[in-house]
């Protein structure tokens, strides 16, 4: 079994930055892919960003591109969101998820990290 947990998420001001993490546990972890995810309150989940784990290839959300970068440290079992430039409106619980090999849904889900931008 596949567990993720997100960290790094917190209170900063608009024009900074964090930087997400997202540890999965496990023997061995070999996903398809990595992706972020973000809920905003009243808002539906939408999707940020991906990482193709094998080979490292990024996809991001048209909105997120310029500001968001994310990467993955295959030794680690660890995925990142660099977030720069952070808008109010980024506000929201921010989860990672994995897609195995073979499937279009995603089977594990981390339990979410809180980012809060204020103005």
């Not at 977030?83 to 089977?107: I, Q």
Request: with cysteine; charged share 20%; proline share 3%.
């Amino acid at each position: 079994q596949v567990q993720l947990v997100e960290s790094g998420g917190g209170l900063v001001q608009a024009g900074g930055s964090l930087r997400l993490s997202c540890a999965a546990s496990g023997r061995t972890f070999s996903p398809a892919t990595m992706d972020w995810f973000r809920q905003a309150p009243g808002k539906e989940r939408e999707f940020v960003a991906g990482v193709i784990w094998s080979g490292g290839r990024t996809y991001y959300a048209d909105s997120m591109k310029g500001r968001f970068t994310i990467s993955r440290d295959n030794a680690k079992n660890t995925m990142y969101l660099q977030m720069n430039s952070l808008k109010p409106e980024d506000t929201a619980v921010y989860y990672c998820a994995a897609r195995a090999v073979g499937r279009s849904d995603f089977h594990y889900w981390g339990q979410g990290t809180q980012v809060t931008v204020s103005s």
